[in-house]
């Protein structure tokens, strides 16, 4: 049976049995680091019974879980508890199956449906037992049977299993001592035919499996019931049938159960078979609880056949990968599943097909990616479909490269670039788009204090305007007057100072807008008195002329003769600026006297308290002290780099490249 070193590699036991009999004790394990034996979940979850040694005859050579171990091992069938390992372990033997669940856990949960389906696989593992393997069960009841992750009912409670020739008298005796008493004939020593024990345990099973439910719940079952306790339970061995003839009964060939063996024997049915069963499956599933179908056979229709299936990938698969939305556009394809059965059953299966190396499942599950993307969470997502995808580009194939990255692009909004691209990121774009101005000019309905009062609307001088507006109370203007409102930008000459001008001239004017701020610090408003000294700054700093300024402030004196302290705001600054820039303008014959290379200045009009700012930047070359070393007349003169006497006609700012006034 193995020793210590056959142990699991990664296997996690449950310290708490769920499952105590008189010959194991049940637990539930995981295997952490290993793939190849996956629950429904894909957890890797497995089952382990531990048995000790029993007393009794039939035990002399092997504990009862060493048989169970050894027939599991030697039999095989899809409807037989799955054999994963065995260990011996001190005195205790360890044996790993397929995740299961002992039927009485569930039974209650079960569906009327599911119990049928789940009787005819009890009956197929008989019949392959008695029919192919030659062997008789002796124990058959609801403590030998055990449900997989996805509601599968299989047979286990292998431990009395033994050749049908070998079936005698003493044996069942020796075993009838934990046999279930309800499947054991009471007149089972006077018979002599003792190969037809299993028929009556299975008609005591039936009995227990449907002990409450109603005859009409499914089809044909009153009168199965009735057949197992008059035929299967006969008092004559010899009147009770085969197994197989069982089968046939009307009990186990009912619509839903024809489906489900259907997908059972795929492989055996021919192509006209499949096309026509694939058409009409999806209407004939609308007739039952769309959960009893997800339990019993969404592993059949999502298995590697069906999904290969020409037919069933036009007309089953999209109605399987899709959960029902009540919300359907027009030429929609409807799901079967709502949104909770979908998540319970269908994805952990898709967990699974995620998982699978075969290029044609792979693209028919990226193609339906983006109706059932929405179902997974977050970490299933990034723990476990993304590497899957991120596998797939990796792929030779360019179609399903193609593919794949349709699918990652579909996991951007969700996991975000960073989770599904990697790597570092930098913005190489920018949004070109406009501002837009959501601010409205016009005051709101909620801004009039009385609505009943008609207010003319704002004209156009009004309104704020990126252009500066100067007002003339002259119902006449003069034509330089004209000229000033007409500019459409400044000019050249005294530009730089009529930025911060503007901005004053806004402040002062209290244009009612929502973009003038109140609390703006007017500092560069001026209130001064106006005397000659600050006369003689604003020319020296504007470069204005005196007879513009006399005639400006005459026409200020004249207008109010009351006038003595005037205020000299920014409006009035900035006339004056605006017409030395026009005076400056229009003595300007070329453009190219704008260069400072083609200036000419007049160094005679210079005024001697004008502050040069180059002063400190002209190159100081001091001249070296000569120190004259008397020579000998007689040597002859060497010509070196070191006698070098600088002349003193030689101009010392010649070398410094181009001439200021070229």
């Known amino acids: 049976m193995g020793n210590e070193s056959s142990q699991l590699s990664g296997l996690e036991i449950e310290e708490k049995a769920i499952e105590i009999t008189d010959f194991w004790c049940h637990y539930q394990a995981t295997i952490n680091d290993s793939c190849r034996y996956f629950s429904l979940k894909s957890d890797g979850s497995v089952s382990v019974f531990k048995g000790e040694a029993a007393v009794g005859p039939l035990w002399a050579i092997s504990t009862p879980l060493e048989k169970f171990s050894n027939n599991l091992l030697k039999y095989r069938h899809p409807c037989i508890v799955r054999y994963v390992s065995a260990w011996q372990q001190r005195s205790t033997l360890h044996l790993a199956t397929e995740y299961v669940q002992p039927l009485s856990h569930v039974l209650r949960s079960q569906t009327p449906l599911q119990r049928c389906i789940g009787l005819n696989n009890i009956l197929r593992a008989l019949v392959f037992l008695h029919e192919q393997a030659g062997m008789s069960h002796n124990n058959v009841s609801v403590s030998a049977v055990y449900v997989t992750g996805d509601g599968q009912w299989k047979l286990g409670g292998l431990q009395y299993l033994c050749p049908v020739s070998e079936l005698t008298s003493a044996y069942l005796k020796h075993a009838r001592i934990h046999r279930y008493d309800k499947a054991v004939d009471p007149n089972e020593d006077s018979y002599e035919i003792t190969t037809k024990v299993d028929q009556y345990g299975f008609a005591a099973l039936v009995d227990d499996v449907y002990k409450d439910s109603k005859d009409d719940e499914v089809p044909h079952l009153k009168e199965f019931r009735k057949y197992c306790r008059d035929i299967l339970q006969h008092q004559n061995p010899a009147n009770r049938p085969n197994l197989s003839e069982v089968l ?73 990968l899709k959960p029902r939305n009540d919300r359907l556009t027009n030429g929609e394809i409807p799901g079967f599943f709502s949104l909770g059965v979908f998540k319970e059953h269908i994805k952990p299966r898709l967990m699974q097909l995620f998982g699978v190396r075969d290029s044609q499942i792979r693209m028919l599950l990226l193609k339906h990616f983006s109706k059932f993307v929405h179902v997974f969470s977050h970490d299933e997502l990034s723990q476990h479909i993304l590497p899957e995808l991120l596998l797939g580009i990796k792929d030779i194939d360019d179609n399903l490269v193609s593919s794949t990255l349709i699918c990652l692009s579909e996991l951007v909004p969700i996991l975000g670039a960073n989770t599904v691209i990697g790597g570092k990121r930098s913005k190489f774009f920018t949004d070109g788009r406009p501002n837009s101005k959501s601010k409205s000019i016009l005051p709101t309905v909620s801004q009039i204090p009385d609505c009943s ?110 006038i003595t302290d005037i205020n000299i705001i920014s409006d009035s600054r900035s006339i004056l600026l605006q017409k030395a820039a026009i005076e400056a303008k229009k003595n300007i014959v070329d453009i190219s006297e704008l260069d400072i290379k083609n200036q000419k200045y007049d160094n005679s009009k210079k005024s001697g308290d004008e502050f040069d700012f180059f002063a400190d930047m002209t190159p100081v070359i001091e001249k070296p002290t000569i120190v004259n070393i008397g020579q000998d007349n007689n040597t002859p003169h060497v010509s070196s780099k070191l006698n070098f006497v600088p002349d003193e006609s030689v101009d010392e700012n010649e070398g410094w490249g181009e001439g200021w006034n070229d």
């Not at 159960?257 to 078979?273: A, G, Q, S, V």
């Not at 006449?476 to 000229?483: N, R």
């Not at 050249?492 to 930025?499: F, H, R």
């Open 248 to 320: 046939v009964h009307n009990f186990f060939n009912h619509e839903f159960i024809t489906i489900y063996k259907f997908l059972n024997f795929l492989p055996l049915k021919t192509e006209e078979e499949r096309c026509q069963f694939f058409s009409n499956i999806s209407d004939n599933l609308k007739c039952y609880d769309e959960e009893t179908v997800a339990k019993q056979l969404s592993g059949l229709l999502l298995s590697r056949l069906t999904m290969l299936d020409q037919t069933a990938q036009k007309d089953v698969i999209p109605f399987i």
């Open 453 to 562: 009062v008609y207010i003319p609307p704002k004209s156009l001088r009004d309104l704020p305007c990126s252009e500066d507006i100067y007002v003339n109370d002259n119902n006449e203007l003069t034509a330089f007057e004209k000229t000033l409102t007409l500019n459409e930008r400044p000019s050249p000459v005294g530009g730089e100072s009529l930025d911060e001008i503007t901005a004053t001239e806004r402040s002062v004017k209290k244009i009612d807008s929502e973009e003038d701020w109140s609390d703006w610090d007017n500092s560069r408003q001026l209130t001064t008195i106006v005397t000659p000294a600050i006369l003689d700054d604003i020319i020296k700093e504007d470069h204005i002329h005196r007879d513009v300024i006399d005639d400006n402030l005459t026409q200020i004196f004249n207008a109010d003769p009351k």
